[in-house]
């Protein structure tokens, strides 16, 4: 550990996986992930942290400034050692870890390769978003809609590190509002082919130099489509016309990039304005039907949300973990015992209360965060074991906790890196520490891939509602379940009475929307779409933190010992700080979102 | 307005000042004020709004990146068009302002001072530290703790601008523990003068190239005083040896910065290390006397205290008004009443529910701060009126204020930046609008002049035990006053009642940990002084809100019409929307403190 580099904490990344998950024996009756065992499961985590620490971690600082470049001719310059490091993953087999075999992967579960993941982005954010953009091009182009003509290789050739996938969604006029995608693709002699023009904004990735070639995947609009997203089709774009046998062609296709946003923070990471046949022609194959643009890119973009769940829970175990040694390590003030004697012994600050408090929120969000965005990728896998009920079940569960991880882990993690800098005190706020650019990298977690305003939308307007609220139930149930598990160790009355509190909240709550809703007042329930989802994120954690400490219990009375009896003990912490400290923030948002006010609604104030 | 230029309220301004707390009438019974009429004020209030947009403004940007530079020999360049707008400042009698006319000022009310220096601070925070250090330093020079040498010229000097000032407190080994400092103090053949050896760090200005000289107000240690804070004197270490008429001479005093700090934000701020006598004579002139230099940095502190609490409501003011004009500019979606007609009409996105919550949230907490900020200064001012009684009452409600201003109104500052950011969406990422810049400048607000933490600690272990409670009381009554006078107008029964909650909620709290302390358990009782701070803050931005609507209600039953109406419902819908929305916050974090959870200070958890 160090205040200064990376640190990963594979010790709760293991608890996490083959202690509350058991994912090294659960997995045994998924058919796909029979053959692995914990022992390939940990030397792929051994790996990756090695890698992380290594190989990505290195990158972080010199590529914050001054950051990726562009030449104002098309062309975008990496920080030094980004393509290095890019096809050091790709060799290590980390990039393909979560694809099939038959694509040239190892085929891990999700579950698994989150736990690399998470090592990889917490190393260095910025890196990160575009092996991450790789990944979910690649599985995108896994399924049915990707075009014929690349079928055959398209895939391998990202696993081979030949080509870079990115996601182009937003236009200066179209961000939120996706639906009013104005970029125009024209049919061709050719059925599968179109001529696109217009231009793409903040696309992450845009042009590189990673890799020679790169597969844009862009929404557009045929001439004579519906308005609004159904009238969007979605299309492969590459940077280099591709020959039959796979191979970049030295053809260069009309996709360049016009400029780079100068940013807060991911400064590695080029932002680019994508201009399509602005000059010349832009060739796109069609992903899937005309129209059906948004139902396809909702893969890439699931995937891409989830990711940045990751990076919240990455990015705030990084600060924490440098916090905490900090704390171990400065010296200042004496403890609060001799606090009157000017000449008592001057103590490491992880002894004064008000830091400990600070460790403790910050250790408790963090690892709560770490149980949720695993437990999602983990019913991703095990929704693989081919029984259709159980799959939609689980699958259920994901849509339901895609947008609390995006949105919810992404408030968290921005609290816990300014928590961090507080920690570090006027040494937090400088260059010398890594917890300031931690801060600012992570305040783009809450805006892109949907703000977390839509995640609030989605969460409310679409999930909450599906199948007449069925998804909540399902949650609600899981809840029960993981509260009377706890409650039969009789060990965790507090938490378990705190946790059940905060669900009755969380349950009145949505009913009250619902009733909102009901009676036509939309605006009304969707001004509370935000504090919702926070609440609802809130009680997710509180959840995951009661599940661990259920499972540290059961450890403890098997008769845990030395640094294992520690490492359960703070889990125990964890439920009982998260129930007293975190949970009644809860109470408030059930109350003020039935408080049902709409003052700022009034016509005129903002006008 | 704009949403990349700077915009400042003077509407808002002038209903605190002149409504609100009718300044104008009400100090015509002080003597030193007598003879200001509302003219006065508003012209000085316009010429600060001028000068801050026209003059400062430009400089926030620049100023940024690359900020302030050291060359290596001692010598720091400040960003370009500082050193004029400094003069600018001076010649246009602002940064005299608030000093008597004795010294060259126009001895103007503290209120309207800082109504002026809300202005200039959030124009660009990192320019108005120099001048906010220099008025610090000439207030100081004021009291009978000036060195006899210095005062017949001292403050003159410094409102001329041919001075500078710093405050010199923190050592690497120094920083929240004051009493730690190990910087020496050698006496002399003259009584008054020491040399001095160390190092101090953090200096904000420590060198600069605005003025021809800097006077640094430095403490030190004599090397046979008491250990801890009692050992402590303070001195004024001139950079340029002074002559006995006040001018400069060329002699070089020995107090060189060696080094600059590398920021996330405030770059134009030259964050100093200074280094005294380390290659020759430093020399320094004890103010006040020795072993009483904490007490005399006191004064300085405070100020200083308050001023970071100027700077959340300012940065946060210049943020929220930044937001609020790009919402109205920027079209994206439609109405949420035509969610499902694509081909609706598009609108600004001033007109979506989440996005009024988010206007709504910045609006009512930086208009609460600015009421807050302002009643300190106005009750500095009262202070001034010959009654001794009303005099300790009144300074001693300022006493119980200052942690909570420099506190809670640097957090939420940051919370209203952050969500301006998020308004602005991935734009306010970038560096195209200011939002990004405001966000990292006001991180350090929670950090600097005591981090938060000992902001909290002050308050709690400190100020809420003087006299036996005495001046929470007096702020109870205070609280309670104003509830009577808004419940007379019988048309704020929602916010009075939710207002009278929150009080109790604070007074339980403060009498649990009251019983805590009394019980022996410091401990626990100082772990919950941050959230104890959190709960005040929020309720005193409660009463604040209440109050400023109150008086709108008067108005608006006097007959207000057009802008003014417009103006004055904006306030009853601040209040109801803290009410709802923010107060709650208060109920969750009572509990949470009278739940006593020690967790975090477990044996083992952080070691």
Chains 1, 2 share one sequence.
């Not at 932002?271 to 194959?285: E, M, S």
Request: glycine letters at 10%.
């Amino acid at each position: 550990m160090s205040a200064t580099e990376y640190t990963v904490d594979l010790r709760d990344i293991r608890f996490v996986l083959f202690e509350q998950m058991k994912v090294h024996e659960q997995l045994k009756g998924v058919a796909r992930y029979a053959e692995f065992d914990r022992e390939t499961y940990d030397m792929m985590l051994d790996q990756a942290a090695m890698t992380a620490k290594d190989v990505i971690a290195p990158l972080n600082k010199v590529g914050d400034s001054p950051g990726a470049s562009f030449d104002g001719k098309g062309n975008v310059t990496t920080p030094p050692g980004y393509k290095e490091a890019y096809h050091a993953i790709v060799e290590g087999g980390l990039l393909a870890a979560g694809m099939s075999p038959e694509v040239g992967g190892i085929g891990l579960p999700h579950v698994v390769d989150v736990g690399m993941h998470e090592m990889l982005t917490g190393a260095c954010p910025a890196f990160a978003i575009y092996t991450g953009l790789s990944r979910a091009t690649a599985n995108l182009l896994q399924t049915e809609f990707c075009p014929e003509f690349f079928r055959p290789f398209a895939i391998q050739r990202i696993m081979a590190g030949d080509w870079a996938g990115t996601m182009c969604l937003t236009e200066a006029g179209a961000g939120t509002a996706v639906g009013d995608n104005r970029c125009r693709a024209e049919r061709t002699e050719d059925p599968n082919v179109y001529h696109l023009t217009g231009e793409k904004i903040f696309i992450s990735g845009g042009d590189n130099d990673l890799t020679k070639n790169i597969v844009h995947v862009v929404l557009a609009r045929t001439s004579d489509a519906k308005p609004g997203t159904a009238g969007l089709s979605l299309f492969l774009v590459p940077k280099y016309i591709v020959n039959a046998d796979g191979s970049s062609s030295d053809v260069r296709n009309d996709a360049f990039v016009v400029g780079i946003e100068h940013k807060m923070g991911i400064n590695g990471s080029a932002t680019c304005t994508l201009a399509l046949g602005a000059n010349g022609v832009c060739k796109g194959w069609r992903m899937g039907k005309e129209g059906q643009g948004m139902n396809v890119m909702f893969f890439m973009m699931n995937e891409a949300r989830i990711g940045v769940g990751i990076q919240g829970l990455s990015i705030g175990s990084a600060s924490y973990l440098n916090a905490l040694d900090y704390a171990k390590e400065r010296v200042q003030g004496s403890s609060i015992d001799n606090m009157k004697d000017a000449n008592a012994p001057r103590v490491t600050i992880n002894k004064h209360p008000d830091v400990r408090r600070m460790l403790m929120s910050m250790k408790s969000q963090v690892e709560a965060m770490r149980s949720l965005v695993y437990s999602v990728a983990n019913r991703l896998d095990r929704a693989e074991n081919g029984d259709p009920a159980e799959k939609e079940y689980l699958l259920g569960l994901v849509e339901l906790m895609t947008p609390i991880v995006k949105a919810h882990c992404s408030d968290v993690g921005w609290e816990v890196c300014s928590t961090a800098v507080q920690v570090f005190g006027g040494y937090g706020y400088t260059k010398e520490y890594p917890v300031e650019q931690n801060l600012r990298d992570q305040r783009i977690s809450a805006i892109y891939e949907g703000t977390n305003g839509v995640q609030a939308m989605d969460l409310l307007g679409r999930k909450m509602r599906q199948g007449g609220g069925m998804l909540f139930m399902t949650w609600l149930d899981e809840c029960n379940k993981e509260l009377e598990r706890a409650k039969a160790t009789k060990k965790m009355d507090e938490e378990v009475t705190a946790l059940e509190r905060a669900r009755d909240h969380l349950g009145q709550t949505a009913m009250h929307l619902g009733a909102l809703g009901m009676q036509g007042n939309i605006k009304g329930a969707m001004l509370q779409a935000t504090p919702f989802l926070n609440l609802f994120g809130t009680v997710v954690l509180g959840l995951h933190s009661v599940w661990q400490a259920r499972v540290a219990l059961e450890a403890i009375e098997a008769g845990a010992a030395g640094d294992d009896l520690k490492f359960y003990k703070g889990k125990l912490a964890n439920a009982r700080f998260y129930a007293k400290n975190v949970l009644p923030r809860a109470t408030s948002l059930a109350k003020s979102i039935q408080a049902g006010d709409e003052s700022c609604m009034e016509e005129g104030l903002f006008e």
